[in-house]
T-cell receptor
Framework: NAGVTQTPKFRVLKTGQSMTLLCAQD?????MYWYRQDPGMGLRLIHY???????AKGEVPDGYNVSRLKKQNFLLGLESAAPSQTSVYFC????????????FGPGTRLTVT | AQKVTQAQTEISVVEKEDVTLDCVYE???????LFWYKQPPSGELVFLIR??????QNEISGRYSWNFQKSTSSFNFTITASQVVDSAVYFC?????????????FGTGTRLTIIP
């Protein structure tokens, strides 16, 4: 049982390049989330999904797109990376109700130059 | 809208001292859930505790204890006899139970440094 995994762990992009971050969970969780963590700002929600085929915007969605084609995977895309998107990105998942805690992946450190 | 405030940005204490991390929250819901997560220097986020709004009992787990007070909208975290391994960033988080609101709102975190 791997829990929540994220690919890649590190990435450096040039401004304007695109990339996709992959999050996978093997716990059959309905809900999946993408956060970014910046110094002094805690974790901010980018997008989330309440089930396969559904996505919704979080607090800071601009510049990002997501897809949830399979229940176990949640992809985060950057179409045209900007230096302001330099951050650590965390994926999380949880089971059916807000009562339960979210399980986090190890994070992806992205630098945009 | 839900909000979590962790006013203490950084705290340093000498090993074996007790330390309390403050968390104040805002919500319009009567049913909600509060969480604490730990982020050690390695970077992963580790779940510590969950508390629902109907359960105001304090909880103790080893050297950790949590004080939930609805009257002051606070959910404070105390570490007794701190150890170097407690050095981490600690996040308080809030989730409302209303349908359609599946988000977890985090505070900005408190960086705790335990000095040997």
């Amino acid at each position: 049982n791997a829990g929540v995994t994220q690919t890649p762990k590190f990435r450096v992009l040039k401004t304007g390049q695109s990339m996709t971050l992959l999050c996978a969970q093997d716990m059959n969780h309905e809900y999946m989330y993408w956060y970014r963590q910046d110094p002094g700002m805690g974790l901010r929600l980018i997008h989330y999904s309440v089930g396969e085929g559904t996505t919704a915007k979080g607090e800071v969605p601009d510049g990002y797109n997501v897809s949830r084609l399979k229940k176990q995977n949640f992809l985060l895309g950057l179409e045209s990376a900007a230096p302001s998107q330099t951050s650590v990105y965390f994926c999380a998942s949880r089971t059916g109700t807000v009562l339960y805690e979210q399980y986090f992946g190890p994070g992806t450190r992205l630098t945009v130059t | 809208a839900q909000k979590v405030t962790q006013a203490q940005t950084e705290i340093s204490v000498v090993e074996k001292e007790d330390v309390t991390l403050d968390c104040v929250y805002e919500t319009r819901d009567t049913t909600y859930y509060l969480f604490w997560y730990k982020q050690p220097p390695s970077g992963e986020l580790v779940f510590l505790i969950r508390r629902n709004s109907f359960d105001e009992q304090n909880e103790i787990s080893g050297r950790y204890s949590w004080n939930f007070q609805k009257s002051t909208s606070s959910f404070n975290f105390t570490i007794t006899a701190s150890q170097v391994v407690d050095s981490a960033v600690y996040f308080c988080a809030l989730s409302e139970a209303s349908f359609g609101n599946e988000k977890l709102t985090f505070g900005t975190g408190t960086r705790l440094t335990i000095i040997p």
